[in-house]
Structures are given as structure tokens and as C-alpha cells.
């Protein structure tokens, strides 16, 4: 099992910018996440999917930011335009089907936006 | 991923000695408890978890218990090794949400 799989694992980008990060679940898994991890907040959650299909964006801080699963393999998180304050590290997880069971993380993509 | 914060509250144990550490919720709908270890550059990694019609379990070296009546998670690591040097996450799911509300984190360092 691969695990959770991001990318990039780094961007650095300019203001103004538009920036997409992209997640590959774990295989089987129905549900998918995407978290934002600052020093000042910690871990938020700004969307999550079930089934492809959004279930509670409420996280996510602005219109700027957008994210989309077009199939159960495959989740991109868009930020544009981008701004220094979105500087942090975005992780994806995603969890199985049944009750309660744990969310599995990939390690990451640290953005940058100067 | 990024370690979280330079102001976290961290705990500093021998190699060896059993480490214990402590986390507060306040959502009395939780039915569900995971913590995580976070190392350098990584993403969150699942250690143990819990339901909430449990007051305790075991793992391998790391034990949970659950208080619902104050609130309050521990997560206990037996003989401490520098390996589990990290930052550990509590982490609660509200009844009939999959998304997870983390904690801020505790730091443990492990001195040899």
C-alpha cells in the first residue's frame, strides 16, 4: 500500500499566482480530506469529500480557494489567486468506508508564496 | 510537513522512563479519539484510537484512556525511546461527521 500520495512536495510561487495541489487517496478509501497546518492554527480541516462528492467546505477560507474530486483516485486543491498568508503546509487524508476508522495522511505539500 | 509551532507545550523524558500525555476536548458529542505522532517533515502517522463506550486500550507500548466525564485523553508511551521524539496530536470526530477537529500538539523529547 502506497499510502496517501501528494504532490508537489514543494511550491514556491508568487503572489498573485495560481497554485493546484493534488492528492491520490489510498486505494478503497470513500473519504478524503484536506487539512492546512500553520504555527498559529495548527491543523484545520478545510474540506472533506465522500463518495467524490463534498460534504462540508466550510473550512475553506475564501473563494479563492477551490478543490474538486473528479473520481475516487484523485483530488486537487486550487488556490487563486494565491497570497503570502496561504504560505503553510496542506496535507491530504483519507479514511474507509466504515464507522468510525482513522484518517491515513500524506506528508504534505509546504507552499510557499512570496 | 512542518513541525507545529515553536510554542508548543513539550514534555522532556529520560530513554526509558514511560511518558504520559494529556489531552482536553470539550465536544460533548465525540464518539471517536485518535492520536497521531508527527515527526519532522512528515505528515500525521496514526498511532492508536478509541471509541467512546471505551475507557481504555492497548497497543503496542502506548496505551489510550478515555475520561468522558471530565474530558480528558491520555495517551501513554511505555520505555520511551528517541524514536518516538515528535509531536503528538489528539484528534475527536463529533457523531455522524468523518472529519477530525485536532488538537495543538504536544512536543515529547526523548533524552538519551
Known amino acids: 500500500d502506497a499510502g496517501v500520495i501528494q504532490s508537489p512536495r514543494h511550491e514556491v510561487t508568487e503572489m498573485g499566482q495560481e497554485v493546484t495541489l493534488r492528492c491520490k487517496p489510498i486505494?478503497?478509501?470513500?473519504?478524503l480530506f484536506w487539512y492546512r497546518q500553520t504555527m498559529m492554527r495548527g491543523l484545520e480541516l478545510l474540506i472533506y469529500?465522500?463518495?467524490?462528492?463534498?460534504?462540508?467546505d466550510s473550512g475553506m477560507p475564501e473563494d479563492r480557494f477551490s478543490a474538486k474530486m473528479p473520481n475516487a483516485s484523485f483530488s486537487t486543491l486550487k488556490i487563486q489567486p494565491s497570497e503570502p498568508r496561504d504560505s503553510a503546509v496542506y496535507f491530504c487524508?483519507?479514511?474507509?468506508?466504515?464507522?468510525?476508522?482513522?484518517?491515513?495522511f500524506g506528508n504534505g505539500t509546504r507552499l510557499t508564496v512570496t | 510537513g512542518e513541525s507545529v509551532g515553536l510554542h508548543l507545550p513539550t514534555l522532556s523524558v529520560q530513554e526509558g522512563d514511560n511518558s504520559i500525555i494529556n489531552c482536553a476536548y470539550s465536544?460533548?458529542?465525540?464518539?471517536?479519539f485518535i492520536w497521531y505522532k508527527q515527526e519532522s517533515g512528515k505528515g500525521p502517522q496514526f498511532i492508536i484510537d478509541i471509541r467512546s463506550n471505551m475507557d481504555k486500550r492497548q497497543g503496542q507500548r502506548v496505551t489510550v484512556l478515555l475520561n468522558k466525564t471530565v474530558k480528558h485523553l491520555s495517551l501513554q508511551i511505555a520505555a520511551t525511546q528517541p524514536g518516538d521524539s515528535a509531536v503528538y496530536f489528539c484528534a475527536e470526530k463529533d457523531t455522524g461527521r468523518r472529519a477530525l477537529t485536532f488538537g495543538s500538539g504536544t512536543r515529547l523529547q526523548v533524552q538519551p
Open positions: 465536544n460533548s458529542a465525540s464518539d471517536y
Open positions: 487524508a483519507s479514511s474507509g468506508q466504515w464507522g468510525n476508522s482513522p484518517l491515513h
Open positions: 486505494s478503497g478509501h470513500n473519504s
Open positions: 469529500f465522500n463518495n467524490n462528492v463534498p460534504i462540508d
